[in-house]
């Protein structure tokens, strides 16, 4: 079935510090796919989603591309901040039903 | 803009006892998706509904069941609550043919 593999966390970095989260994927067809944010206490916020391969979703500095070759979605952003620290879902939609990721704690230290 | 709205948004239980979730989705959103996330945990998915009618089901206990109403808001009714049920429960809506799902800020249930 449809699922989705995120790194493991938490993950600690310095603030400005460059932030990768892998994110790969299995599904048939050819599924949407999201990242999440869920800050402390807080319901899922939509952080970007792709569409169809070589998509590249973008918002608040975070960036991932939707790469069917290596079905993977990983979220990228240049220079963290401080308040980046939550906790990261990726996730896909196929068919109408979505999966989620175990998600991925960042914890940004000043 | 309005967003979805759950309550209560904290609830405190006994075991064996019922609770009940509310949850309004975003106007003119059509479908409802219920799920569940224990400490640290994914969301789980449980149940959806579109239009009214069930559409999809996951892993909901059998002790549990929701429905949609006319208005589009949904329940999720919990009987014979265990400790285990003890975590926060989102509630998401959509259009159908929207990609994402907008998710409400959560109910957390503890079962003592």
């Known amino acids: 079935g449809d699922s989705v593999t995120q790194m493991e966390g938490p993950v600690t970095l310095s603030e400005e510090a460059f932030l990768t989260i892998n994110c790969t994927y299995t599904a048939t067809g050819y599924p949407s796919l999201f990242w999440y944010v869920q800050y402390p206490g807080e319901g899922l916020q939509l952080l970007l989603k792709?569409?169809?391969?070589?998509d590249k979703g973008s918002n608040k500095g975070f960036e991932a591309t939707y790469r069917k070759e290596t079905t993977s979605f990983h979220l990228e952003k240049g220079s963290v901040q401080v308040s980046d620290s939550a906790v990261y879902f990726c996730a896909l939609k196929n068919f109408n039903k979505f999966y989620f990721g175990s998600g991925t704690k960042l914890n940004v230290k000043p | 803009a309005a967003g979805v709205i759950q309550s209560p948004r904290h609830l405190i239980k006994e075991k064996r006892e019922t609770a009940t979730l509310k949850c309004y989705p975003i106007p003119r959103h059509d479908t409802v998706y219920w799920y569940q996330q224990g400490p640290g945990q994914d969301p789980q998915f449980l149940i959806s509904?579109?239009?009214?009618?069930?559409?999809d089901k996951g892993s909901i206990p059998d002790r549990f069941s929701a429905q949609q109403f006319s208005d589009y808001h949904s329940e999720l009714n919990m009987s014979s609550l265990e400790l285990g049920d003890s975590a926060l429960y989102f509630c998401?809506?959509?259009?159908?043919?929207?990609?994402?799902?907008?998710f409400g800020p959560g109910t957390r249930l503890t079962v003592t």
């Open positions: 509904f579109y239009e009214k009618m069930q559409s």
């Open positions: 998401a809506s959509s259009k159908r043919d929207y990609l994402e799902q907008y």
């Open positions: 792709a569409t169809k391969a070589d």
